[in-house]
């Protein structure tokens, strides 16, 4: 069975950061992209950043020079490190793996998923 678990979110003020983790097992992700993902209340899952196993990253252009993703293979984690968070970056945030050669922002290209951490940005 394949598990991932985020952690990391919290409460911050507007300008604040945090850093996200998402902790895989169950199997090897070596090879997999390793996605970021959030959904704010009443409003459907959006992309955020993802990582290739090759090493190409991506963002949405909302938090594009703000947000980092970062893997380490070997511990089969995922980081995402948010910095100038702003109000409307409050969502349930979420880490993703996915099999699929090419890099995807869509959910459905995802095949695991985790459980999802909360982030509050505060005015």
């Known amino acids: 069975q394949v598990q991932l678990v985020e952690s990391g979110g919290g409460l911050v003020q507007a300008g604040g950061s945090l850093r996200l983790s998402c902790a895989a097992s169950?199997?090897?992700?070596?090879?997999?992209?390793m996605g970021w993902f959030r959904q704010a209340a009443g409003k459907e899952r959006d992309f955020v950043a993802v990582?290739?196993?090759?090493?190409?990253?991506y963002y949405s252009d909302s938090v594009k020079g703000r947000f980092t993703i970062s893997r380490d293979g070997a511990k089969n984690t995922v980081s995402l490190q948010m910095n100038s968070l702003k109000p409307e970056d409050t969502a349930v945030y979420y880490c993703?793996?996915?099999?699929?050669?090419?890099?995807?922002?869509?959910?459905?290209?995802?095949?695991?998923w985790g459980q999802g951490t909360q982030v509050t940005v505060s005015s």
């Open positions: 993703a793996a996915s099999r699929r050669i090419a890099i995807s922002t869509t959910p459905s290209a995802y095949e695991y």
């Open positions: 169950g199997r090897t992700f070596d090879n997999y992209h």
């Open positions: 990582t290739h196993w090759s090493g190409t990253e």
